[in-house]
């Protein structure tokens, strides 16, 4: 251990000290041995750490001061749209009436929540033009293979059984294809053309009558707006596909155009981003989905459903793909972003995207100068820069993103989408003042200098964080190593 490393965990144990104080046992105590079958009993004491109360807080505080998280600081992630979380919405999540009630409770004692759920679905439904919306899916991703599950459902409905395909642009979210696959389709990839929208002739070329449906990320990973997109839905729904929207990031657009309204059949929404559920590290998501009138046989039951008597789960829906996540999805989740359609109001919603998509063109301007702009025009909420000339220099994108640890920011997403040399996705959010965008584009200028003039202050970065440069592959996948005591 150095001096700037703080004690292992393993390292503060004094034997018997504990951080825990429970009353006398007031009922027979059990022995684990009469009633666990050997087989599942371990045989040496699991080698935890004995540590107080006190040791332990100050453990996990210093260990979250090392974290990077919205609330600690700038978080220009790319399509991942990490935005501040609302405190009301944490106080509105705990009310007891939301946080204290049990998904097993009849359905007379939860009306309140229930009536939230469906209120939310009423405002999806307004805000993305589609006639129903289910809350259940537990993420973006599940959400899209939810849509995708749907229209299957509906093709097989028509027997339409040879539609096995899926076109995905290779624009999309990474998220796209994948879902497709485990939905049990076949990706085909349509290109970008220069311009970096979706080719149109590539896609007239791929459409066909194995066509199940077309999934598009728009604004596009690119932060572009697919300016075609009456066009494409025509073609593909003249072959007889269905057209999916991938509506994670719907800062771009929200309250200025809505998917319903360009002719998609299928949308999803992550609420743990647009609608500022905090999210990050794998915490809980929300990814409703909204479908048009003729996918509706084939929601995700139950149906959550408002009746003279009050609201009620519907389990009657012989044509549902079945339930895709326990009770009716990440209720916790759901109320926030309610609390927050609720706390914005129709112009509070219309000026996120107008900041959102300021921003972004505020810092894609000014970084222009400095960094190679592979598509040079308005771009939504995100946009993205080459690091090709820093390259020559011997820079490397990965380095500029380790520096820019040193200067306290987490890092964009870089090296994607694939088909930008070098590629880092910057997305400023609606949420930052112009301050804090002014302080990260003038790191970004320190950087692209220092790869001029100094270039090793770059390629050995980061020099200011408790660990140096790890080894990316095996921190991802062993992410804790075995203590081992001295
Ligand atoms: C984040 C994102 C997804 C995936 O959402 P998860 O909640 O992470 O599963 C899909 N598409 C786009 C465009 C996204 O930005």
């Given at each position: ?169 290779d624009s ?20 970008s053309?220069e311009?970096g ?24 990973t690119l ?148 960094f190679d702009l592979p598509y ?7 946009f993205v820069l080459s690091g090709r000339r820093q390259k020559k220099l011997g820079v490397r994108t990965l380095d500029i993103a ?11 997403t870089i090296y994607f989408p694939l088909n930008v040399e070098e590629c880092m996705m ?25 790869a ?35």
């Amino acid at each position: 251990m150095n001096k700037q490393d703080q004690p292992l965990i393993f390292e503060l144990s004094k034997p018997g000290r504990i951080g825990y104080s429970l009353p006398e046992l007031d009922v027979p105590d059990v022995i684990l041995d009469d009633v666990i079958p050997s087989d599942y009993l371990r045989e040496e004491e699991p080698e935890l750490p004995e540590v107080s109360e006190l040791d332990i807080m100050r453990h996990y505080t210093a260990l979250s001061k090392r974290n990077h998280g919205v609330d600690s600081g700038f978080y220009p992630l790319g399509s991942c749209t990490m935005k501040y979380n609302p405190k009301i919405n944490e106080n509105v999540a705990r009310y007891n009436g939301f946080a204290h009630i049990h998904p097993l409770q009849d359905e007379s004692t939860v009306q309140g929540a229930m009536e939230l759920m469906y209120d939310l679905q009423e405002h999806l439904k307004e805000i993305t033009g589609m006639d129903e919306v289910t809350l259940q899916p537990a993420a973006g991703a599940h959400g899209e293979w939810t849509g995708l599950m749907m229209i299957r459902a509906y093709h097989e409905a028509n027997n339409d059984t040879a539609r096995t395909k899926v076109i995905v642009p290779d624009s999309a979210h990474g998220t796209n294809p994948a879902s497709a696959t485990v939905a049990g389709f076949e990706t085909i990839t349509v290109k970008s053309g220069e311009d970096g929208l979706v080719d149109l002739e590539d896609l007239r070329r791929v459409v066909g009558p194995d066509t199940a449906a077309l999934m598009l990320t728009n604004p596009n990973t690119l932060g572009l707006f697919e300016e075609n997109i009456l066009e494409m839905t025509e073609i593909i729904h003249s072959a007889g596909g269905k057209v999916y929207y991938d509506g994670a990031n719907l800062n771009a657009v929200l309250s200025k155009a809505r998917p319903g309204d360009m002719g998609f059949d299928v949308v999803h929404l992550n609420l743990h981003k647009t609608f500022t559920g905090p999210h990050g590290g794998g915490g809980p998501g929300s990814g409703p989905v909204g479908v048009k009138e003729d996918l509706i046989p084939f929601l995700p039951k139950p149906v959550l459903v408002k009746t003279e008597e009050g609201y009620h789960f519907d389990y009657n829906r012989p044509q549902s793909i079945g339930r895709v996540k326990p009770f009716y999805g990440n209720f916790g989740i759901n109320v926030r972003a309610y609390t927050y359609i609720r706390s914005m109001g129709p112009d509070g919603l219309k000026a996120v995207t107008e900041n959102a998509v300021i921003n972004a063109n505020y810092m894609m301007r000014r970084l222009a100068p400095y960094f190679d702009l592979p598509y040079d025009k308005h771009c939504k909420h995100e946009f993205v820069l080459s690091g090709r000339r820093q390259k020559k220099l011997g820079v490397r994108t990965l380095d500029i993103a380790k520096r820019l640890l040193d200067f306290g920011y987490h890092p964009p997403t870089i090296y994607f989408p694939l088909n930008v040399e070098e590629c880092m996705m910057i997305e400023p959010t609606e949420t930052e003042s112009k301050e804090t965008l002014d302080d990260f584009i003038e790191a970004m200028i320190q950087i692209a200098k220092e790869a001029e003039e100094n270039p090793e202050i770059v390629q050995e970065a980061p020099h200011t964080t408790v660990v140096s440069r790890l080894d990316e592959t095996l921190a991802a996948r062993k992410p804790v190593l075995r203590y081992q005591k001295q």
